[in-house]
């Protein structure tokens, strides 16, 4: 220290550039003996003591410009400094070998950062720090177990640390403790509330398969921070599953209104719009997207939507064609691409986009059935009743599977079995009507009236509903879900579009060959319309979201 | 200093500034100020109504600190220092006249106190009382009733325990070898113990007044934890308080004898909150990233983290918005004109931008050549609103805020983002695609049918030649329990002789093989070789074995054929496996 303080007092007193104070005038005074005593007095005090031994180095000295240098992401410089303070100090510096290991963490070497806060947790056992940032290592070399152990001991340290809690909750959820995850992160969220905290425990409830408590979570998150677009994105995805639309536009509106290029908020409420036919507003916003993103399988699989709802087909296949290349494995593309190449006429093209479909997800009716009206256009009847066949088998709610068999039935003689696939149908209208106001097809609708009159059942049936409650369609798309598959897929009216054009390749007269495509009124806002082919995409959105 | 940023295009130039808001006063790539914006001040220091620039400048490698001061672009004065300065301040002392600053310069261990830019005084942090146990020892140790392992051992035990950390020499001492003992001990046993705390942050705090130009107490944080009041004229303690953690960057409001909030931005991560008259935080922020910089503007903490996010919090810490930034950001500085009452944040940022926020209304970027180390505004020279940035190279860049210029919330980003506007880019469809398509439409169902007839045809072929090659060895796997046997054939050279490697591997688990040969079948009329038929070596498993031999190609007219090779078992006229080598054609002159 005194020999430090005083060649520190000699630079003080002696002008360095003289040439530059001459100016100032400034020679004279830094020569003289300083006005206050105190000044003098300390350093007489330290010249004896430097004869005796050499003064060790403060330790911290530079401690505050490692960490300016860190804090600035100017890792060279830190490293430097983190060097010679080291080398100064024999490697005491235990603040220089704490941010050196961090570096070296950043920069992927973790194993040597583990053994660095090692030795910082050795220098100063009390820390809990250190220990934080050893189990932090470990955690990140996969080691859950060593990790806990870990922060358990510095939670014995330091019991008020949210942190703490928080990690070992992430850790107990890597292990699959649920329980004991929650618990962490509940005492996490109780000592002070941090977004991550949310956003982990809403993990936890998504990996449960609870929804209604993630959503809980994620509510309160909001409430929380109401600026977090990546809560806001979530909770909105998490409505949009659970067919709640109005609150989740709400809130994937407020994520887009804090952050405008937000991509996945912008295909989620993208294909929002599409479901209500806003293809322009659509289309608008995934230009962002494009921008953003420009390989992205789901954006360009609903901006091929979007074009088909536009009617815009060629664009359609090209855009689908382009999110099939990205993600060849995606059957949901295929099944977009197997739905538009039927509404050209391409059947053959169909056929293959739908098999290819059916090779990745084996075990969806509607499937079946597309292939079903792709065979019967291509004169297979035979397979095509294999098709329908498994797509009954594997459907439970779908009226139009058994009506479209019918109707393929009816129109190969077979009256008898065409009237088990109308009684089946049937059936599966009622079971629909009293679970929910699902709002049929008109021309699905047509089209069974004609098939009950040629068979002779009479009109017994009540297709139209007695009441149209505006608020229980909302829900509408969730019964259904609940019932069979994870998303309404290919609605009534694509799927209408697809059997009229099976019912008008032979006898029946139906005279619907595909052209009331568009029947709807668009004044209401939230049935299920034409496209909600797009559905899809919002479901792949939400499984990256997992 | 026209002729250093003359080097742009003009008319680009002269564009862009009838827009700015700013008139670029100098810019200097090379001047050599190694700085963050602690260090810089702008202070009336001799009085004369004309303000100055003190650096605390860290020299070009962090070594050779110094104490610079600007007048204009010119360097009026350089003194070296003795050690790196951590933060610069300029106060005044007293009440008496003429009110002329002093500048505070906080290093180490000491506050150098420069007045009229002459050295005034200094005041060096009180020493740390030493844990009472180590004294105690070392106290033992001066008159030999004690060890050294003894000593070795005690000291060991007070590290692992004590709350009060131990001395420099105590832990130099536990890393020594036995050896050395013995004469570390000799040498150092006479000396107290001492511990002493380094300033890592410093700045000002007014007294008892508000106004501009009243007496202000310098405010230290220190590595042990500490924040500390330093009386002005007496230079005492006037106060002190801890912290959980040590403190980077401090913001003040208030004055001392009267109320003052203080926040503390530590690194540990959180803000601390204190107030006058207590001992220990009020409130704590807690941000789970570092903290890079602290602004009070308006009543609201500012805050800048490592994710690159500006967070604004109330006095209470309770958080008020966050805007994201799009590159890191290195320094942060309070941009304050009087003359309009705003107090905006700037924020310099890694990509060379300066970012000037209103809350989280953007009000103003500035491009610079460089990432931006330290920020400054305020009164220079003779010009209220002037803007000081330092780079990363050592570049000085001197801006001035013109006088018409009035700062509007949401001139920055509003609006659709830009990409809104741009096309997508949809693939375009061939006339030949669409032809295709009709094609399709009208023959569909003759499409399918072949396609369908074609394809099992093709599996009935590919399903015969399965068997057909399974049943005469024609693979080159053989997969019989025996002799599991890889074999693969490389053809090397241009012609006309060339080189033909069999790379042949036993693939079971532990059995050697023996007794192999193999046997090349060719046109004699086209090629030539030197053995048609060898034996192979035994086979230890796993290794791969390259068999070499050369082939001679005869024919001089460009044809190539097909070699055969079988490996066989002695004995046995049916091949374990055989290749077929397409050889390719010759390219240099067939052999005379």
Redesign the interface.
């Given at each position: 220290?005194a020999e430090?303080a005083l060649?520190?007092?000699s630079?003080?007193?002696s002008?360095?550039?003289s040439s530059?104070?001459v100016?100032?005038k400034?020679d004279a005074?830094?020569l003289s003996l300083?006005?206050?005593t105190?000044?003098s007095a300390?350093a007489e005090s330290q010249k004896p003591?430097l004869k005796?031994?050499p003064e060790?180095?403060?330790?911290?000295?530079?401690?505050?410009?490692i960490?300016?240098h860190?804090?600035?992401?100017d890792y060279e410089?830190c490293k430097?400094?983190i060097k010679e303070q080291l080398q100064e100090?024999?490697?005491?510096c235990e603040y220089a070998i704490y941010v050196q290991a961090l570096i070296f963490r950043l920069e992927g070497n973790i194993q040597e950062s583990l053994e660095l806060f090692q030795t910082c947790a050795v220098l100063?056992?009390?820390c809990a720090?250190n220990l934080k940032q050893v189990a932090r290592s470990l955690f990140l070399l996969g080691k859950h177990k060593a990790a806990i152990e870990v922060y358990s001991e510095a939670a014995k340290l330091n019991q008020k640390d949210?942190?703490i809690c928080h990690n070992l909750g992430v850790c107990y959820i890597y292990l699959k403790q649920f329980n004991k995850a929650q618990d962490q992160l509940h005492n996490a969220l109780h000592l002070?509330r941090?977004d991550?905290t949310y956003i982990m425990l809403g993990k936890i409830h998504l990996l449960e398969g609870d929804l209604d408590k993630a959503i809980e979570i994620y509510k309160k998150a909001v409430e929380f921070?109401p600026?977090?677009t990546e809560l806001l994105t979530t909770l909105g995805l998490l409505y949009l599953q659970l067919g709640i639309y109005q609150k989740a536009f709400e809130h994937l509106g407020n994520a887009l209104t804090y952050?405008?290029?937000n991509y996945k908020a912008i295909l989620a409420a993208g294909s929002m719009m599409q479901t209500h036919g806003d293809f322009d507003v659509a289309?608008?916003?995934?230009?962002?997207v494009?921008?953003?993103v420009?390989e992205s399988p789901p954006l360009w699989n609903n901006?091929g939507m979007c074009?088909f709802g536009k009617k815009k087909y060629?664009?359609a296949?090209?855009?689908l064609?382009?999110a099939n290349y990205l993600a060849p494995f995606d059957w949901k593309i295929l099944y977009n691409l197997g739905l538009v190449h039927l509404t050209?006429?391409?059947?053959?093209?169909a056929?293959h986009f739908l098999s290819a479909a059916i090779n990745f997800q084996p075990k969806m009716g509607e499937l079946y059935m597309l292939l079903a009206v792709a065979l019967t256009?291509?004169?297979?009847i035979e397979n095509a009743k294999r098709a329908y066949a498994e797509a009954v088998r594997l459907d439970k709610c779908n009226p139009l599977v058994n009506l479209n068999y019918a109707v393929l039935l009816y129109n190969q003689g077979e009256k008898r079995a065409a009237l088990t696939q109308y009684q089946e149908m049937e059936k599966k209208v009622n079971l629909l009507k009293d679970s929910s106001s699902l709002e049929f097809d008109s021309e699905m609708v047509e089209m069974a009236q004609k098939l009950g009159a040629a068979l002779q059942v009479g009109e017994a049936l009540v297709w139209t509903k007695p009441v149209k409650d505006p608020k229980s369609k909302h829900r509408s798309p969730s019964a259904s879900k609940a019932a069979s598959v994870p998303q309404p897929l290919g609605s009534n009216q694509a799927l209408g579009q697809a059997m009229s054009s099976a019912a008008a390749y032979r006898k029946l007269p139906s005279g619907a060959g595909g052209t009331s495509q568009l029947t709807k009124p668009p004044s209401l806002p939230l049935e299920p319309e034409p496209t909600e082919e797009a559905h899809p995409t919002e479901a792949s959105a939400q499984i990256r979201e997992k | 200093m026209a002729a250093a940023s003359s080097s742009d295009s003009e008319g680009g130039r002269a564009e862009s500034e009838a827009s700015s808001k700013w008139l670029d006063a100098h810019y200097d790539p090379m001047a050599n100020i190694h700085t963050f914006s602690a260090c810089l001040v702008l202070a009336d220091l001799h009085g004369d109504g004309e303000y100055k620039l003190a650096v605390g400048d860290l020299g070009p490698s962090g070594r050779q600190p110094c104490l610079k001061v600007l007048k204009g672009p010119t360097v009026l004065a350089e003194s070296a220092l003795p050690a790196l300065p951590a933060a610069a301040a300029a106060f005044l002392m007293g009440q008496h006249e003429p009110r002329t600053p002093a500048l505070a310069l906080a290093s180490g261990p000491c506050v150098y106190v420069y007045k009229n830019l002459r050295p005034y005084f200094k005041f060096s942090l009180p020493q740390l009382p030493p844990n009472p146990l180590e004294q105690d020892l070392w106290n033992q140790a001066k008159e030999d009733q004690i060890d050294h392992l003894t000593l070795k051992e005690m000291l060991e035990g007070i590290r692992e325990k004590a709350e009060v950390p131990l001395s420099v020499q105590s832990l130099r001492f536990l890393q020594l070898e036995l050896s050395e003992m013995e004469a570390f001990v000799n040498q150092h046993k006479s000396k107290p113990i001492k511990r002493q705390a380094v300033i890592t942050t410093m700045t000002t705090l007014k007294k008892n007044m508000a106004d501009e130009d009243a007496m202000s107490c310098l405010v230290l944080g220190t590595e042990n934890k500490e924040l500390l009041v330093l009386d002005p004229e007496a230079f005492t303690i006037l106060a002190k308080m801890s912290l959980p953690g040590v403190p980077v960057f401090l913001e003040v409001s208030g004055q001392f004898d009267v109320a003052f909030r203080l926040a503390a931005a530590c690194r540990n991560g959180n803000i601390y909150i204190l107030r006058r008259d207590c001992k220990r935080p009020k409130y704590c922020i807690e941000l789970s990233t570092q903290p890079v910089g602290l602004v009070l503007a308006h009543k609201v903490l500012v805050v800048g983290s490592t994710q690159d996010n500006l967070h604004g919090f109330t006095h209470k810490g309770k958080r008020l918005w966050t805007v994201h930034m799009p590159a890191a950001i290195l320094t942060m500085n309070l941009l304050e004109q009087r003359s309009r009452g705003l107090q905006a944040v700037m924020a310099g940022l890694a990509n060379g931008e300066v970012r000037i926020y209103h809350d989280k209304a953007l009000l103003n970027v500035i491009r610079t050549p460089d990432a931006v180390t330290s920020l400054c505004f305020g009164r220079y020279g003779r010009e209220d609103n002037t803007l000081i940035v330092t780079t990363r190279g050592g570049g000085l860049i001197i801006k001035i805020l013109k006088r018409t210029a009035v700062f509007a919330e949401g001139a920055g980003e509003v609006g659709p983002p830009p990409a809104q506007a741009m096309k997508l880019n949809v693939p375009r469809k061939t006339r030949l695609y669409v032809d295709q398509t009709l094609r399709e439409r009208e023959a569909g169902t003759a499409m399918h049918r072949t396609f369908q007839t074609d394809l099992y045809l093709l599996r009935l072929r590919a399903a015969r030649a399965y068997v057909r090659a399974l049943e005469s060895s024609l693979n080159p796997v053989s997969a019989t329990a025996r002799e599991p046997l890889k074999l693969h054939a490389v053809v090397q050279g241009l012609g006309p002789t060339f080189k033909l490697t069999l790379h042949l591997q036993n693939t079971s688990t532990a059995r050697p093989i023996l007794g192999l040969l193999v046997c090349f079948l060719y046109n004699e009329v086209l090629y030539a070789l030197p053995r048609a038929f060898f034996k192979v070596p035994l086979l230890v498993p796993g290794l791969n074995y390259p068999l070499e031999t050369f082939v001679e190609s005869l024919s001089d007219k460009g044809i190539s054929d097909i070699i055969k090779v079988l490996v066989l078992r002695e004995g046995q006229s049916a091949p374990l496996l055989s290749a077929h080598i397409n050889m390719p054609v010759s390219e240099g002159l067939a052999a005379a």
């Open positions: 220290m430090e060649a520190s007092l630079v003080f007193f002008p360095i550039c530059h104070f100016p100032w400034l005074p830094f300083p006005l206050r105190q000044f300390s003591q005796k031994a060790f180095p403060i330790l911290e000295k530079q401690n505050w410009l960490h300016l860190y804090i600035r992401k410089a430097a400094v100090t024999q490697g005491l100063s056992p009390q720090d949210w942190e002070n941090h991550l921070s600026e977090n952050d405008p290029t289309l608008t916003k995934y230009r962002v494009a921008c953003a420009p901006i074009f060629v664009a296949i090209s855009c064609k382009r050209m006429q391409q059947y053959a093209s056929f256009n291509l004169e297979d | -």
